[in-house]
């Protein structure tokens, strides 16, 4: 039987678990492939040994040890972060070996560097773990949903800041308590600011963009906002507007430019985003010719992750033995038509807006705030009061009908200016139904 050696750098949660899935599913990769998958050899600068079970496989602590080697076909790199991953990456390109990786940082950063220095020397660059982790969203992109022009993507992708969402909402938990918890699940990133605000979201989604239009976007580019200041009276407000709270990557293709955002949305109840729960990510996207899409999984996790990344390398397994490397574009667009877009400034966007406002609770206080909305154009759709406490501010709550972000700000300025407003008004932009 032919084989496919590859060689992997980073042993810890994935890079274990893409090992478990080589080992346990053989066969299974054999009568899929014709091949025999086999992990030669992996680079780990802190594991000692490996498990009995990985006899065949040579562990060493020096990269360049798999990337040197001419018996490697395919180098997978799973040790995250930008340095060292990038010069492991280009240096195995440059050796002529087709790479996989999780990693979304080092892509949604340095993959245009990436995508060309493959392009030029004709290997493969396998991603399917670094978005969304077992579900299958990057072949969804570059081959399910190839023959559409995709209009939209709105997706969780974040499996710790939705597990934090969905226990405030379920326990009414504060924020900071449930973080904890989700860092001992061990689905966090190293630093978990990267997933509470919305920077891993934001990786993940550029990644899609880049796939889905064809075009040149870094996370830099990405208007961000986390989920840290959300309160759990904003996620019981939320419920009594039929909605609940999710850190949504929403992105829009209006051809000349495309929307591109990732902040805490509110998503109403009749959405399926909004019974996405827990640790899962899923995401909908809105094709011309499919209409919608909505792919749900686990977006973390050992073994779901190490069968895409397993994946990755069976694909290009298959490639190397028919002589067909490069036959799928690994952004799904040939390099030529990839091309840079305009993304739509901040305040150019528009949606429903939920506000917060925090005010005394004393006569011509609604009418000063209903004056400065009107003054802007912006149109309330409905208004709650409540916590009258004696001679304490009070939550005046309320729903916008569309309206445009460059308002919101000018108007937000203005209503918390006011003197019977006592402390900044909360925003949180509202999910419109396609
Ligand atoms: N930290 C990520 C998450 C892991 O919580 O979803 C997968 O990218």
């Known amino acids: 039987m032919k084989y496919v050696n590859v060689g992997l750098i980073g042993f810890g949660t994935v890079g274990s678990g893409l090992a478990e899935v080589l080992l346990s599913q053989q066969e299974r990769i054999q009568q899929r492939t014709g091949l025999l998958v086999r ?47 990038k010069t492991f990456v280009m240096e195995a390109i440059a050796a002529g070996k087709h790479v996989v990786t999780a990693n979304k940082a080092l892509l949604a950063q340095e993959g ?24 299958p969203l990057i072949k969804g992109l570059k081959e399910g949903l190839v023959a559409n022009n995709i209009l939209s993507i709105m997706g969780i992708l974040n499996g710790t800041a939705n597990y934090i969402l969905t226990r405030m909402t379920d326990e009414g938990s504060a ?25 891993d979201t934001a990786h993940k989604l550029a990644i899609l963009m880049t796939m889905a239009y064809g075009m040149n976007i ?28 999710k850190l949504l ?55 779901p992750t190490g069968s895409a990344v397993a994946a990755d390398v069976m694909d290009i397994a298959r490639d190397i033995a028919a002589g ?16 840079d877009r305009g993304v739509t400034p901040l305040d150019k966007i528009s949606c429903p807006y939920y506000f917060r406002i925090t005010a005394l609770d004393k006569p011509g206080v609604l009418a000063a705030v209903a004056d400065v909305l009107s003054r802007h154009a912006i149109s309330i759709e409905s208004v709650l009061q409540k916590g009258r406490e004696e001679a304490g501010p009070v939550s005046i709550v309320m729903q916008t009908h569309t309206a445009t972000e460059s ?15 006592t402390a900044p008004t909360v925003k949180i932009r509202m999910l419109v139904e396609e």
């Open 218 to 245: 870094t996370h830099n580019e990405i208007v961000t906002e986390g989920i840290s200041s959300i309160e759990p009276v904003d996620i019981d407000f939320a419920r009594e507007f039929g909605c609940r709270i």
């Open 39 to 85: 992990l030669v050899k992996v680079a780990d600068r802190s594991a000692r040994e490996l498990p009995a079970r990985f006899a065949d496989t040579v562990l060493t602590n020096d990269a360049a040890d798999l990337i040197n080697d001419p018996e490697i076909d395919i180098i997978v790199e799973l040790i995250g972060g930008i340095e060292p991953a």
């Open 112 to 135: 245009k560097d990436i995508f060309a220095a493959a392009a030029a020397q004709g290997v493969e660059v396998g991603f399917e773990a670094s978005v969304g982790g077992g579900i």
């Open 249 to 303: 990557a929403i992105s829009r293709n209006h051809g000349d430019h495309v929307e591109a955002r990732v902040h805490p949305t509110m998503v109403p109840d009749s959405h399926l985003l909004a019974s996405i729960n827990g640790a899962y990510n899923a995401v909908h996207f809105h094709g011309d010719m499919v209409g919608n899409v909505l792919l749900y999984g686990q977006g973390a996790g050992k073994m």
């Open 407 to 421: 308002a919101v700000s000018a108007a937000l300025a203005e209503i918390d200016a006011l003197d019977t407003i």
């Open 324 to 339: 067909s490397v490069g036959r799928v574009p690994s952004l799904s667009y040939l390099p030529e038509h990839i091309q």
């Open 175 to 199: 924020f900071a308590e449930v973080l904890k918890d989700a860092q001992d699940l061990g689905f966090a990133e190293a630093d978990p600011t990267y997933d509470v605000e919305g920077i």
